[in-house]
């Protein structure tokens, strides 16, 4: 069974740090790029970070460019988010998905349109 489990959310000050994991079974996470997405109340979903299978190359959403790092972990079927310098706008649901190949293969990878098996997502909560 495919399945992708986000972990790591919880409660932070503005400024503070945390790093989301996203577990993968079912599946060889080495034959997949892996997306992290997010959505808040009200708001669309966002592409936060995506990275890629082959070279795992790495992109960002403008709003979290230079404060948050993805990387995998292919031995442990993981890839996880640090997230630094957070302020009260990272407040979403955050959660993983994968896609064949490359986060820039055709449709690309900030809408998530072509992305599947999405996790069940994990709750940030910047706020002093």
């Known amino acids: 069974q495919v399945q992708l489990v986000e972990s790591g959310g919880g409660l932070v000050q503005p400024g503070g740090s945390l790093r989301l994991s996203c577990a993968a079974s079912?599946?060889?996470?080495?034959?997949?790029?892996i997306g992290w997405f997010r959505q808040a109340p009200g708001k669309e979903r966002e592409g936060v970070s995506c990275?890629?299978?082959?070279?795992?190359?790495?992109y960002y959403g403008n709003s979290v460019k230079g404060r948050f790092t993805i990387s995998r972990d292919n031995a442990k079927n993981t890839v996880y988010l640090q997230m630094s310098s957070l302020n009260t706008e990272d407040t979403a649901v955050y959660y993983c998905?994968?896609?064949?190949?490359?986060?820039?293969?055709?449709?690309?990878?900030?809408?998530?349109?072509?992305?599947?098996?999405w996790g069940q997502g994990t709750q940030v909560t910047v706020s002093s």
């Open positions: 990275i890629s299978s082959s070279d795992a190359s790495t």
């Open positions: 998905a994968r896609r064949r190949r490359e986060c820039t293969s055709y449709g690309g990878w900030r809408s998530g349109l072509v992305f599947g098996s």
């Open positions: 079912g599946f060889t996470l080495d034959a997949y790029a």
